[in-house]
């Protein structure tokens, strides 16, 4: 059975760093991703990884501000975020692909997580 399991979420003020965690279990992944998703908006894309290369895919809105990493060992997926603005505020979902696609749209997602909230204040 499949699950991933966020964590690290929480109330931090602006200008700070929170770190998620995504930890799979059940199989591994072709890649993992972060979306994030604000009250009364879609669900958008934040970053992403394939696992076998280490590729990493960045939203305009967070590049240079988060990194996300992997652990094969763990079967993890980091999301390291700084200069937090409370504009980052919302819950933030995990999700993991199975097979080769383009890993930035919410359907080229498998498995997803339960959320974890951010909230970032002025």
């Known amino acids: 059975q499949v699950q991933l399991v966020e964590s690290g979420g929480g109330l931090v003020q602006a200008g700070g760093s929170l770190r998620l965690s995504c930890a799979a279990s059940?199989?591994?992944?072709?890649?993992m991703g972060w979306f994030r998703q604000a009250p009364g908006k879609e669900r958008e894309f934040v970053a992403a990884i394939r696992w076998s290369s280490s590729t990493t895919y960045y939203a305009d809105s967070v590049k240079g501000r988060f990194t996300i990493s992997r652990d094969n060992a763990e079967n993890t997926a980091y999301l390291q975020m700084n200069s937090l603005k409370p504009e980052d505020t919302a819950v933030y979902y995990c999700?993991?692909?199975?097979?080769?696609?383009?890993?930035?749209?919410?359907?080229?997602?498998?498995?997803w997580g339960q959320g974890t909230q951010v909230t970032v204040s002025s």
């Open positions: 059940g199989r591994t992944f072709y890649a």
């Open positions: 999700a993991a692909s199975q097979s080769v696609r383009v890993v930035l749209r919410r359907l080229d997602y498998d498995y």
